[in-house]
C-alpha cells in the first residue's frame, strides 16, 4: 500500500462547479496534511494546510481531514479554468516528520 | 523577497559528468531540502537538512552528495550523472519539520 494515495485523474469539472480532490495516507500517527498546487513545468505551490480534524477554509478553498478515517480532502468551489494544475497531497511521516507526497491529482476546469 | 532560488534552470550532461545544483532560500529557514520529481512517481526526498551542519538521507540518495554550506545554501552534487537521474530537481525549505515547505523554481537536468 502506497503512503500517500490519489487519483491520478484527470478530474474535469465546468467552469464554476465544486471541485473535490481526495487523499488517503497509511501512518496513523501523521499529524500535518499540505496540498499543494502544481502548474505544468512549475514548481508546487503552497494553498492549504491542516493539522487539525474538521474544516479549515480560505477563500475558495476548503481543506477537510478526518483522522479517525485517514483522509484529507480540498475542495474548490466556483473553479476557474486558471484553477487547472496538478493537486499534491503531502502528509508528515510520524517518525521523521518529513513529507510524504502523493502522485497528485490532475484537475481540468472545462470553461 | 526571493524565497527559495535555484541555479542553474536547465543542464545537460553526458554521462559520467559531475555538477553541482546550487539552493538558496532568504526566509532564515532551518530546513532544507532536496526532491526529485519523476513521471509516475511524484516528489521523493533525497537528501534534507534539519540545521545548518546536518545533513540526512532521503528515500532515494543514491549517487548524490549535498552540503549544507551555511543556514542559507544547501547544494546536491552529482559525482558521476547517469541517465537514471535525468530528472527535475526542487530544493525546498521550512522552519522545521512537519510545518508547510516552500520551493524553488526547480532545475531540469537531462544526462545523456
Known amino acids: 500500500q502506497k503512503e500517500v494515495e490519489q487519483n491520478s485523474g484527470p478530474l474535469s469539472v465546468p467552469e464554476g462547479a465544486i471541485a473535490s480532490l481526495n487523499c488517503t495516507y497509511s501512518?496513523?500517527?501523521?499529524?500535518?496534511f499540505f496540498w499543494y498546487r502544481q502548474y505544468s513545468g512549475k514548481s508546487p505551490e503552497l494553498i492549504m494546510f491542516?493539522?487539525?480534524?474538521g474544516d479549515k477554509e480560505d477563500g475558495r478553498f476548503t481543506a477537510q481531514l478526518n483522522k479517525a478515517s485517514q483522509y484529507v480532502s480540498l475542495l474548490i468551489r466556483d473553479s476557474q479554468p486558471s484553477d487547472s494544475a496538478t493537486y499534491l497531497c503531502?502528509?508528515?511521516?510520524?517518525?521523521?516528520?518529513?513529507?510524504?507526497f502523493g502522485q497528485g491529482t490532475t484537475l481540468q476546469v472545462k470553461p | 523577497n526571493a524565497g527559495v532560488t535555484q541555479t542553474p534552470k536547465f543542464q545537460v550532461l553526458k554521462t559520467g559528468q559531475s555538477m553541482t545544483l546550487q539552493c538558496a532560500q532568504d526566509m532564515n529557514h532551518n530546513s532544507m531540502y532536496w526532491y526529485r520529481q519523476d513521471p509516475g512517481m511524484g516528489l521523493r526526498l533525497i537528501y534534507y537538512s534539519a540545521s545548518e551542519g546536518t545533513t540526512d538521507k532521503g528515500e532515494v540518495p543514491n549517487g548524490y552528495n549535498v552540503s549544507r554550506l551555511n543556514k542559507r545554501e544547501f547544494s546536491l552534487r552529482l559525482e558521476s550523472a547517469a541517465p537514471s537521474q535525468t530528472s527535475v530537481y526542487f530544493c525546498?525549505?521550512?522552519?522545521?519539520?512537519?510545518?508547510?515547505?516552500?520551493f524553488g523554481p526547480g532545475t531540469r537536468l537531462l544526462v545523456l
Open positions: 525546498a525549505s521550512s522552519e522545521r519539520d512537519t510545518v508547510p515547505q516552500y
Open positions: 501512518d496513523r500517527g501523521s499529524q500535518s
Open positions: 491542516i493539522y487539525s480534524n
Open positions: 503531502a502528509v508528515s511521516t510520524s517518525n521523521t516528520g518529513k513529507l510524504i
